[in-house]
């Protein structure tokens, strides 16, 4: 808050006088749906919806309720996308201090940020609307509950001020697939709690692998992440306690009856390997170039586990 900046400007200023520079070296261009799209953050919202539509999967054991699904999945969608774009609302300023960040429309002035945050706003009531009224409450509060804890507690407060953002961040990520799987069961059992699981753990290494090949950035903007703080030796150990807990937590879906024992070898088989490849990051000569390696190889972890979660489920009995 306090933090000082350039010459002597406080950081509210600076950041005010960096933003206002930045907007004028970009070509701001007309205002087009796609610069809405891309405030949503298409990629998180498709990569959380497959975590969602796998929840939805396995507590429907192949009984599917197509139009059912359908509304979970828009609603849930809509509710990413609030959070999304809130999120860029609230990261204005840091954003034109990141080259990954700094072209966002709300870090060139490009969109207002009155705009934004109606934008944001508006989205977040049209998906927890959709989700009370066409799907089930409990959905519909999870939703709010992830999206709070998104916005104000991650993006607004831990963000900015505390080494464990990451941590607090994962309960809000791992909040989609229980959406999912509670829009049929209505009930948070243990497989909800196991889905949640599996998100939560997934998430900090996979950041965390982005925070050491960008450490630089999220220093330079005043991001206090693991990598920044604590440098990358603590980082890899740390990520590797949550990729090794994870290969258990992710084989309980097996242990529990909800997918067949294909899904427990594909399961452990890529679990472990992860689990490998983390280790190899203590001897890695191109540090830079491994957690690239890290961060691809989560994203493709996490959409072929639930990809086979959804081909493994067991059929339940009718009735």
């Known amino acids: 808050m306090g933090k000082q900046i350039g010459l002597d400007l406080p950081a509210d200023s600076a950041a005010a006088v960096a933003e206002s520079q930045h907007a004028d070296q970009v070509d701001q261009g007309p205002v087009t749906w796609r610069d809405f799209v891309q405030l949503a953050k298409p990629g998180i919202i498709f990569s959380n919806s497959i975590t969602a539509f796998g929840g939805f999967w396995v507590a429907s054991g192949w009984h599917v309720n197509w139009l059912q699904m359908l509304y979970t ?21 840091l954003d034109t201090k990141m080259a990954r960040t700094q072209n966002r429309a709300t870090a060139t002035g490009k969109l207002s940020a009155q705009v934004v ?35 104000w507690v991650y993006t607004a407060w831990f963000k900015r001020t505390s080494v464990w953002s990451t941590f607090v961040g994962s309960f809000s990520g791992a909040v989609p697939p229980v959406i999912g799987y509670c829009a049929v069961r209505q009930d948070i059992d243990a497989g909800a709690l196991i889905l949640f699981g599996i998100m939560f753990l997934w998430q900090p290494p996979h950041f965390w692998a982005l925070g050491i090949r960008r450490v630089e950035e999220y220093r330079a903007a005043g991001f206090p992440l693991l990598p920044v703080v604590k440098g990358s030796f603590v980082t890899k150990m740390a990520m590797i306690r949550y990729v090794v807990l994870i290969v258990p937590v992710s084989l309980l879906l097996y242990v529990y009856g909800y997918v067949n024992v294909i899904y427990f070898y594909a399961a452990a088989a890529m679990g472990l390997y992860w689990a490998f490849l983390s280790i190899k990051g203590f001897k890695a000569e191109d540090e830079v170039l491994w957690a690239k390696k890290m961060f691809i190889y989560s994203i493709n972890y996490l959409t072929l586990l639930f990809i086979i979660i959804v081909l493994t489920t067991v059929k339940t009995p009718v009735g």
């Not at 999945?73 to 300023?93: E, F, H, K, P, Q």
């Not at 706003?121 to 804890?149: K, Q």
């Open 73 to 93: 999945m828009i609603g849930t969608a809509l509710v990413m996308a609030s959070g999304c774009v809130l999120n860029n609302y609230l990261d204005r300023d």
């Open 117 to 151: 945050l109606w934008y944001g706003i508006i989205l977040g009531i049209i998906g927890v609307s959709g989700l009370w009224l066409l799907v089930n409450p409990i959905s519909a509060l999870l939703g709010m509950l992830g999206l709070f804890l998104y916005v």
